[in-house]
Every structure is written in C-alpha cells, then in structure tokens.
C-alpha cells in the first residue's frame, strides 16, 4: 500500500517562506512524476506545481509561478514545495500525490490523473 505524507506546514505572514514536504513509502517511485495540489475552505483542489521523475521537468499553475519552487530526492522518496513571498490566498490545505501511470506527465494540471493523496498539510499565511 502507498502512503503519502505531509508535513511542514505552519502559520506564516505575508511574505514569509514556508517548505512543505512529501514523504512516500510502500512501494517504489521509479518513473512517476508527483505533483502538490491545494484547497482552501469552500473551494475546489486546485493544481499547484507539479515535477517528472528525474526533476528535468516542472510545471505550475499561474498563481504561483515565480514564487514556489517544487523539487524531488529520489533517494529519499520526498517531493518538496518551496513557498516563498507568500500571501494570504496561499492558504490551503497542501496535498500531494503520484501519477497513476509512470513516465507521463500529460495532463499534469488534472488531479484525476493522481492517485495516492496525502492526508494534506495546513497552510495559513496572516496579513
């Protein structure tokens, strides 16, 4: 069985940094791009960024762009966001999950091409 975990997150303000990460066991990896998704109360998951296997390749949604930096260490199994400038709309609870088929990232923004979500890590950044 996969398990996913997260774990970093915090209360920051404005402007603030914030490294959340993505811990994987159960199976191996090999192949799978990861990507972080967000959802803040009383809306839907959104798409956050998103990362191959070998870390050649990122993706993210525009309202982070220039601001968070998602990375990977194989050897450890752990996926990485990297917040920085924060704001207030950053708050969410932070998920992270693996691609359902290995070597693909096409539809990356797409959370049903996911599976394997973490329980999430709560986000909240204060004015």
């Known amino acids: 069985q996969v398990q996913l975990v997260e774990s970093g997150g915090g209360l920051v303000q404005a402007g603030g940094s914030l490294r959340v990460s993505c811990a994987a066991s159960g199976r191996t990896f090999s192949g799978y791009a990861m990507g972080w998704f967000r959802q803040a109360p009383g809306t839907e998951r959104d798409f956050v960024a998103a990362?191959?296997?070998?870390?050649?390749?990122?993706f993210y949604s525009d309202s982070v762009k220039g601001r968070f930096t998602i990375s990977r260490d194989n050897a450890k199994n752990t996926v990485y966001l990297q917040m920085n400038s924060l704001k207030p709309e950053d708050t969410a609870v932070y998920y992270c999950?693996?691609?359902?088929?290995?070597?693909?990232?096409?539809?990356?923004?797409?959370?049903?091409?996911?599976?394997?979500w973490g329980q999430g890590t709560q986000v909240t950044v204060s004015s």
């Open positions: 990362i191959t296997w070998a870390g050649s390749i990122t």
């Open positions: 999950a693996v691609r359902k088929t290995p070597s693909d990232f096409r539809g990356t923004t797409n959370q049903e091409n996911y599976d394997n």
